[in-house]
């Protein structure tokens, strides 16, 4: 079974702290994906990566960054958080070969309160 | 932008109803995939569809893609408890590159 690890499922940090969020899968996927997931909204794409030291931009980028060194990481990085970044973040991963799209794997999700 | 939007936000039905979310995208779409989120959990996939008119079912749930390939629908029988949960359909961006969700249907059931 594919597995998407996330380092942290809760997460208390205060306004202007740098916050590390890791995801990890052990499927050898390409494609590697951030979302955050607020009441009402769903669920919104702030980056993806379709391999190494690549990455694009979501829907809702500002006030992230992105890092992916290695396949099996992919990191989210809120450089200076703030309370509108509360919220719960899910990462996801996807093999980008064959038909069709590829179905997303999710992680437990990290839920972050910016206080 | 490209937007996916689904109705209704919230359903609840009594258990052995049947239950339906619709899903429209304001692009054709070359895809669409059906997720369910237990509560508590995270989203797990359900199905692909990606033929125009195309049909799938799963024990009691039924998936539709439209003829346009803009819409598409779940419709689930019967209802049980165990199918509470939030239900999202999501479609690729335009550039094909990341799957962009719906905000969900919310499920409730009682019995």
């Known amino acids: 079974d594919v597995k998407v690890t996330q380092s942290s499922r809760y997460l208390v940090k205060r306004t202007g702290e740098k916050v590390f969020l890791e995801c990890v899968q052990d499927?050898?996927?390409?494609?590697m994906f951030w979302y955050r997931q607020d009441p009402g909204l769903g669920l919104r794409l702030i980056y993806f990566?379709?391999?190494?030291?690549?990455?694009e931009k979501g829907d809702i980028p500002e006030g992230y960054s992105v890092s992916r060194e290695k396949k099996e990481r992919f990191s989210l990085i809120l450089e200076s958080a703030s309370t509108n970044q509360t919220s719960m973040y899910l990462c996801a991963s996807r093999w980008s070969g064959g038909a069709g799209t590829g179905e997303l794997f999710f992680g437990e999700g990290s839920r972050l309160t910016v206080l | 932008g490209q937007q996916v939007m689904q109705i209704p936000q919230y359903q609840h039905v009594q258990e052995g109803e049947d239950f339906t979310t619709y899903c429209n995208s304001s692009?054709?779409?070359?895809?669409i995939q059906w997720y369910k989120q237990r509560p508590g959990g995270h989203p797990v996939f359900l199905i692909q569809l990606v033929k125009s008119g195309e049909v799938k079912k799963q024990k009691r749930l039924t998936f539709q893609f439209g003829e346009a390939k803009k819409n598409s629908s779940l419709h689930i029988t019967a209802t049980q408890t165990t199918d509470v949960g939030t239900y999202f359909c999501?479609?690729?961006?335009?550039?094909?590159?990341?799957?962009?969700f719906g905000k969900g249907t919310t499920l409730s059931v009682s019995s």
């Open positions: 692009t054709t779409l070359s895809n």
């Open positions: 990566s379709y391999d190494v030291k690549m990455k």
């Open positions: 999501a479609g690729l961006n335009q550039a094909g590159t990341a799957l962009i």
């Open positions: 499927m050898d996927h390409e494609n």
